[in-house]
């Protein structure tokens, strides 16, 4: 028998009654490498499979299938211990220690079997590509800092994300639950089932970011192979993944627990396998589209839309190719994505009747009337989200354009039937990760196909052409389906991505494009850069510059350039001249004069980051983590704080919360366990919408909590009740409310 308690710090021995079972054991930290392990031992399993040499893309190719068989087995290891109510760190870790002992023993058995066929290569990469491969790997470093240092605090992540998590680990399983937040529930749980094993394994959140951090390093190196399969030279490849990198959203994204760099990843495999299924049947290819469209659809909706086209291309190419026979290869992938969703369509069926649910949430999402005013009006808003630039003048300008369209349409641009909550329609600039556009990207996507279909290009590369045509239609289909919301450039995400191997061919091509187009879009750039510079030129880098060298030492200049507000204005002229000398005297690439101003014009989704930001004031390095949490609403950290040491010093532990669906709720989990409480239950009590049936079943029908947090809008007075228990208000700070039972 293995010791599991070498593993962690103590033991959970002594665990508590079904109605307050003990939080999850402090694990050593070992056991989260452990994962990480099984992963790197497939990764090789895959390689040498694989075979090849050091011109082939089988390194790349691994680490998708790697990746693709490792999150199923997070699917399978969750599902599996859920039903038996055993997700606790004993068995997770027992689970990932035999799939690692099965992993090395094949390994081995590999290994000893191919060992003269085996080549351990390193890609020769040109010079003229290594200031792309800079640019990455310092976009990809910087964020890695990021998501370790800062800990799960999107308003999605405090509501539902994280909260399902706490939820899941308390119970043992996935099981629904009562909650006033029914997003918990029938959302897709594939991110947060990775979260879920390293949030056990570690005992604590501190790796939660790095889910999206990974799929953001996938997603790289699919678009790379992506643009391969097309036809791109390695030019092409390495600028396709320089530009998927410096995506505003996706850098925003990449150091956070929202899903949309998830399901950008699944689906970024699930179609690179489809367009090797398109040349050659292989049931390996078979298998692993089915199980990254699984993957796909299991984090998050959106991945039914965007995968869509691209199986309507795979089956108009197939049929022309391969006949009837193509039923082989759909009906594979289709039983591999059912069964990846079973356990998931279960849980929801079983509550809703239906296995995406039925929640007037969801349906609040979609379309309620449909026409081709109504379409043209959500595409030129969804767009829209993608105009903001830091001048007012030119943001008021395109929204007046837009409304004028609208006019001319006969369509309110806040019209009810295809539009969320209400929302007004505006253009603005923001570093919110929520709502962050990608106008640079946007830019080169316009003016990329404009360039592909005036020039010769869209005659050379029919699959280019289907391709664009492909994402085109993934767009409309998401327009025509989905209510505009401020939110949606958020969900867009996998569109740019894709995207990306597009833009990068279709400019990689050129290698001397019209000089008076290239020095507009450097003009433009610079425009904007020095806009946005205005952002970060208001001491915080001047400040951090100061703690480095010494306040003396930079006064003047310090005072010169906070006045002048001209630091970045200073760093774009720069830039600039270097990009023109290198691109006219040095013979640079459009790809390479393109990196430098990608690369500059990503400098402030970093620096005045929002929520997670490198310098200033509060940054990451002088912000304490409990704070962190509190950065989209730090009104909310004292009452919080409040509430919870008030609940502790009346020594309860069964804890019950009233809430409103919008309102936060992971934060009582990480104040209980930053407190030192070691055991403790939260549940939602007095819920009225369908999730309330689950009060029947154990343990819910046993909650007896001694004290209530109340965070909502309602009306509730002074006493509320609980089952047949009287609670009466005890502590208050707006908006949080303790009740005491009597």
């Not at 999150?71 to 690692?100: A, H, K, P, Q």
């Not at 390695?234 to 850098?251: E, N, V, Y």
């Not at 306040?551 to 200073?570: C, D, K, P, W």
Request: proline share 5%; with cysteine.
């Amino acid at each position: 028998m293995l010791n599991w308690s070498l593993l962690r710090t103590r033991s959970d021995a002594s665990e508590s009654s079904v109605s307050r079972p003990s939080q999850s054991p402090e694990p050593f930290i070992m056991a989260i490498i452990i994962p990480f392990l099984v992963f790197f031992l497939i990764f090789l399993i895959s390689y040498i499979k694989l075979g090849g040499d050091d011109a082939s893309p089988v390194w790349r190719m691994s680490y998708l299938s790697a990746s693709i068989v490792w999150g199923t087995l997070v699917v399978l290891i969750t599902e599996i211990l859920s039903i038996l109510s055993l997700l606790t760190f004993d068995w997770l870790l027992g689970f990932w220690v035999g799939t690692g002992l099965i992993s090395v023993f094949f390994c081995i058995f590999l290994i000893i079997k191919n060992k003269p066929s085996i080549h351990f290569a390193i890609p020769k990469i040109p010079r003229s590509e290594i200031p792309l491969l800079v640019g990455i790997v310092s976009i990809v470093m910087t964020l890695c800092l990021l998501a370790l240092l800062s800990p799960p605090n999107t308003w999605d992540s405090m509501v539902y994300h994280m909260s399902r998590v706490s939820h899941w680990i308390q119970n043992r399983n996935l099981a629904h639950y009562p909650t006033h937040v029914l997003r918990q529930l029938y959302l897709q749980p594939m991110a947060e089932f990775i979260i879920l094993h390293f949030q056990i394994l570690s005992g604590g959140d501190q790796f939660a970011n790095l889910v999206q951090w990974f799929s953001m390093i996938g997603s790289l190196i699919g678009v790379s192979l992506l643009a391969r399969e097309m036809g791109a030279n390695l030019t092409g490849q390495i600028f396709a993944a320089l530009l998927c990198s410096t995506i505003p959203m996706g850098i925003l994204q990449g150091a956070s627990t929202q899903n949309d760099y998830v399901v950008t990843f699944w689906l970024i495999c699930f179609v690179y396998f489809l367009m090797l299924l398109r040349t050659q049947f292989k049931w390996i290819y078979s298998l692993a589209a089915g199980a990254s469209l699984g993957l796909a659809i299991l984090t998050k909706a959106t991945g039914y839309i965007f995968a869509f086209p691209f199986i309507l291309w795979f089956i108009f190419s197939g049929l022309k190719r391969h006949k009837w026979k193509l039923w082989k290869p759909i009906l594979v992938i289709a039983i591999i994505a059912l069964v990846i969703n079973l356990g998931y369509f279960v849980r929801n069926f079983e509550l809703y009747g239906h296995p995406l649910a039925g929640s007037e949430d969801f349906k609040d999402l979609t379309n309620n009337a449909m026409s081709v005013p109504l379409l043209i009006s959500n595409i030129a808003r969804n767009i829209g989200l993608h105009l903001g630039t830091p001048e007012p003048l030119i943001n008021g300008t395109t929204a007046k354009a837009i409304k004028f369209l609208h006019s001319i349409l006969g369509v309110s641009t806040n019209d009810p039937r295809i539009t969320v909550g209400g929302h007004d329609f505006a253009i603005y600039y923001s570093t919110r990760e929520d709502i962050v556009g990608n106008f640079f990207h946007f830019v080169l996507i316009t003016v990329s196909i404009l360039i592909f279909f005036i020039t010769s290009q869209r005659k050379k590369a029919p699959d280019l052409m289907n391709y664009c045509l492909t994402l085109v239609g993934g767009f409309l289909l998401f327009a025509l389906y989905l209510k505009w919301q401020p939110w949606h450039s958020r969900l867009h995400l996998p569109l740019f991505v894709f995207w990306s191997p597009f833009v990068a061919m279709v400019l990689s091509r050129m290698e001397k494009p019209n000089r008076i187009l290239l020095i507009f879009i450097g003009m433009m750039f610079l425009y904007f850069g020095l806009k946005i510079g205005e952002v970060m030129s208001k001491g915080e880098v001047i400040g951090f510059i100061n703690k480095i060298i010494g306040g003396q030492a930079t006064h003047s200049l310090r005072h010169y350039l906070m006045m002048e507000n001209n630091m970045f204005v200073i760093i774009n002229i720069c830039f600039l001249l270097l990009l023109f000398f290198l691109y006219f005297r040095a013979g640079w690439k459009t790809a390479n004069a393109i990196t430098l101003i990608l690369i500059l014009t990503s400098l402030p989704w970093f620096f005045p980051n929002y929520s997670k930001s490198l310098i200033g004031k509060e940054n990451v390095f002088n912000t304490r983590r409990i704070d962190q949490y509190f950065v989209f609403e730090p009104e909310l950290k004292d009452p919080n704080i409040g509430a919870i040491d008030y609940i502790r010093s009346k020594g309860c532990s069964d804890i019950g919360i009233i809430l409103d669906d919008y309102v936060w709720e992971y934060q009582f989990f990480v104040l209980l366990k930053e407190s030192g409480t070691q055991k403790f239950r939260i549940e939602h009590v007095n819920v009225n919408n369908i999730s309330s049936v689950k009060y029947r079943t154990p343990p819910f029908n046993m909650f007896n909590p001694c004290a209530i947090i109340s965070v909502t809008s309602a009306e509730q007075g002074d006493k509320i009740s609980v089952k047949d228990a009287v609670y009466v208000k005890e502590w208050s700070s707006y908006p949080v409310n303790v009740f005491v039972r009597k």
